[in-house]
């Protein structure tokens, strides 16, 4: 069974920098992808980055291109997401999912976890 479990969430002042890890476990298959997600109140949930376990990198958002990262940490068995020149309007419940699709298939993930809390505050 595929397991799926966020860490790092937190408080942090406009222009600081979070990061969120994303430990998955129980896949049987090489080829996956691991997606983050956000929402935020009021409003509906929201893709935000993916990576498959070929490194391959979608944005699913434009708002975080130049201050979101996504990368695989091999030796944690994490997906580790580095929010940086972070702003009051990240502030959301981050959720990590996984699915044995194409990151492209955004509306494929099966597997979530319980979601993280940022916030964004001075």
């Known amino acids: 069974q595929v397991q799926v479990e966020e860490s790092g969430g937190g408080l942090v002042q406009p222009g600081g920098s979070l990061r969120l890890s994303c430990a998955v476990s129980?896949?049987?298959?090489?080829?996956?992808?691991v997606g983050w997600f956000r929402q935020a109140p009021g409003k509906e949930r929201e893709g935000v980055l993916c990576i498959t376990t070929h490194e391959r990198t979608t944005y699913y958002t434009d708002s975080v291109k130049d201050r979101f990262t996504i990368s695989i940490n091999n030796a944690k068995n994490t997906v580790d997401l580095q929010m940086d020149n972070l702003e009051p309007e990240d502030t959301a419940v981050y959720y990590c999912?996984?699915?044995?699709?194409?990151?492209?298939?955004?509306?494929?993930?099966?597997?979530w976890g319980q979601g993280t809390q940022v916030t964004v505050s001075s």
């Open positions: 999912a996984a699915g044995v699709h194409p990151c492209s298939w955004i509306q494929s993930f099966n597997s």
């Open positions: 129980g896949f049987t298959v090489d080829y996956y992808s």
